[in-house]
């Protein structure tokens, strides 16, 4: 089985800046898994798209975290998500994802971490 395992998340100020991890194993990710992503879901709210990246270097992101957030995979079993002006709105479950492209990136998920940014 494809097994995701994210670590970065915690409390941070607003203004500041957090940087997630994911690493990913397993013989069927390596072989038909193209793109990896971030998920968020807030109190309240459905699961959002933040990021995601593909083997290519292609990369989609959510309009409200463009300017503010960097996907990058410097290999093909791991992805940053760097995360600077956090504010409040940013306060998620993160979640790493896995699929076929940047825009099926939800076949495969981590257990999560939380990010909570305060006032």
């Known amino acids: 089985q494809v097994q995701l395992v994210e670590s970065g998340g915690g409390l941070v100020q607003a203004g500041g800046s957090l940087r997630l991890s994911c690493t990913a194993s397993?013989?069927?990710?390596?072989?038909?898994?193209?793109?990896m992503g971030w998920y968020r879901q807030a109190p309240g709210k459905q699961r959002e798209l933040v990021a995601a990246i593909g083997r290519g270097g292609s990369t989609n992101y959510a309009d409200n975290v463009k300017d503010r957030f960097t996907i990058s995979r410097p290999n093909q079993n791991t992805v940053y998500l760097q995360m600077n002006s956090l504010t409040p709105d940013d306060t998620a479950v993160y979640y790493c994802?896995?699929?076929?492209?940047?825009?099926?990136?939800?076949?495969?998920w981590g257990q999560g971490t939380q990010v909570t940014v305060s006032s």
């Open positions: 994802s896995a699929g076929p492209s940047t825009g099926r990136v939800s076949n495969y």
């Open positions: 397993g013989t069927i990710f390596i072989f038909s898994i193209n793109a």
